[in-house]
């Protein structure tokens, strides 16, 4: 028996468990799994890793990534973002469709493609445009390879044409077309025009400050935003998908409209679970997000909901604010722009956090790898490492520990991540590979040029 690698020793983490043995790959794919103990006789590998003491991870799948290349270059490009995404394990991500101009047409989603393909350090799939303008090209991307779309509800911005509903009769109308395909809608849930009264009365009381981010951005404003959205998706029947959910009412109200039939998703980040509203009071712009890190009370109620199975996906919503942006806020935090890195250090924060039993290893095999990959249709190719499946994986080390630097991080805007410099956790990413090759070690992407990034399509339900 011949393989070109052979992962030995390995402790492979699913959904379902821990499981000790061998993992073979032939041609970029997991072709056999061997119990652990000695190597049967006659089995050569060209390659061979230890992974004793490791725990073996699938790659990370994450559905939610801004990378603004084409026109948005300055926040990130294909090069640094998806050099990040290597670095820290993210093997496969769904890129939004916010370029300049946007995704919202099967020609713009096959062209974006082509770039990413030539460019893209990880493996890919696409998420096209969805809104009230675009509602007759909302089934020819489905056919062209989109995995879902991205919408936003609210007053028409000129940076986003094809991905707004400016009202319930554009959401109508809009998830009318996404529910005669197979593929998802996401939302950003909040009212616009509640936080911009809220903001208003702020502002006329002289708050610009950072710790006034918090009341103009409430949590009710997600609920107010989700519930229209919800009775939408029940009567069109359309998949519906909740971006970076940050508020337990509005996920508990999505969950109750998922158990009476609705196809609901609800999503998280972890910037929601590792920080809250205290870090953005000390800093300001360089811990500003959308929705806005909340409480410590609500942070452990995420946490709850992580771990009962009421969220489906953690994803890192990698938005980076540039410089200037950063330092608009330091005088005034709405007229700064929001965003954090998190491609590098999803993984690793996270695994920090199984060490202080916030939730458990499968789980996170489940939310970062598994689901998403079921949600976007692209298991059993992604997600997992069962045989059959890319070999995508992480090794980690459990019992070492990183400090990040952000200097050494290839994200673009390294300011951007001042919320994570000098932060130690108690893992160590010690390997990435993308289809049975290492592209990344110890937080180091190890190829000067892509490794050719396969643009993954979606599979029938």
């Avoid at 790659?59 to 290349?69: R, Y």
């Avoid at 946007?102 to 974006?112: E, G, I, M, Q």
């Avoid at 400016?166 to 593929?183: N, S």
């Avoid at 998706?233 to 969950?255: F, N, Q």
Wanted: proline share 6%; with cysteine; net charge negative.
């Amino acid at each position: 028996m011949e393989c070109e690698l052979m992962v030995k020793n390995a402790e492979i983490v699913s959904s379902q468990g821990r499981q000790k043995g061998h993992l073979l790959v032939r041609q970029g794919k997991v072709f056999a799994r061997l119990a652990p103990g000695p190597v049967p006789e006659g089995l050569q590998a060209q390659e061979v890793i230890d992974a004793q003491g490791m725990m073996v991870f699938p790659g990370m799948v994450d559905l939610h990534v801004h990378i603004g290349e084409p026109g948005k270059e300055e926040k990130e490009d294909l090069s640094t973002g998806t050099r990040a995404a290597a670095a820290g394990g993210v093997t496969t991500i769904a890129i939004m469709p916010n370029s300049v101009p946007p995704v919202h047409s099967a020609t713009s989603l096959r062209d974006r493609a082509g770039l990413i393909h030539r460019k893209s350090f990880v493996d890919f799939c696409m998420l096209g445009g969805a809104g009230g303008e675009s509602v007759d090209d909302i089934v020819a991307q489905a056919e062209a390879g989109a995995v879902g779309y991205k919408s936003y509800v609210g007053a028409y911005r000129p940076d986003r044409p094809g991905l707004l509903c400016k009202d319930t009769a554009d959401m109508l109308k809009t998830l009318e077309e996404v529910a005669k395909t197979d593929c998802f809608v996401g939302f950003h849930c909040e009212d616009g025009p509640t936080m911009r009264l809220l903001q208003e009365r702020l502002v006329a009381q002289g708050r610009t400050d950072f710790a006034a981010y918090h009341p103009s951005r409430p949590e009710f404003t997600e609920s107010l935003a989700t519930l229209p959205l919800l009775e939408v998706a029940r009567v069109t029947g359309a998949r519906l998908y909740l971006v970076h959910m940050s508020s337990p009412w509005a996920i508990t109200l999505a969950s109750w409209w998922r158990e009476q039939g609705t196809d609901v998703t609800i999503e998280t980040c972890p910037h929601y679970l590792l920080f809250n509203e205290k870090d953005t009071e000390r800093l300001g712009p360089y811990a500003q997000v959308a929705p806005p890190l909340r409480s410590i009370a609500t942070q452990q109620a995420l946490w709850d909901l992580v771990n009962d199975g009421t969220l489906d996906v953690i994803a890192t919503d990698h938005a980076p604010g540039t410089p200037a942006e950063k330092k608009r806020g330091q005088t005034n935090i709405f007229a700064g722009g929001g965003g954090l890195p998190a491609l590098e250090t999803v993984w690793l924060t996270l695994l920090d956090a199984v060490k202080r039993h916030k939730t458990t290893a499968e789980n996170l095999a489940w939310l970062m790898a598994e689901h998403p990959a079921r949600i976007a249709r692209i298991y059993p190719q992604k997600g997992h490492l069962e045989v059959g499946a890319d070999a995508d994986m992480i090794l980690v080390n459990p019992d070492a520990t990183t400090r990040f630097d952000a200097e050494k991080m290839y994200t673009k805007n390294k300011d951007a991540a001042k919320i994570f410099h000098g932060m130690e956790v108690g893992a160590k990413l010690e390997m990435v590979l993308q289809r049975g090759q290492v592209i990344a070690k110890d937080l180091e992407v190890t190829r000067e040029q892509p490794l050719g990034a396969q643009w993954v399509k979606p599979h029938p339900r």
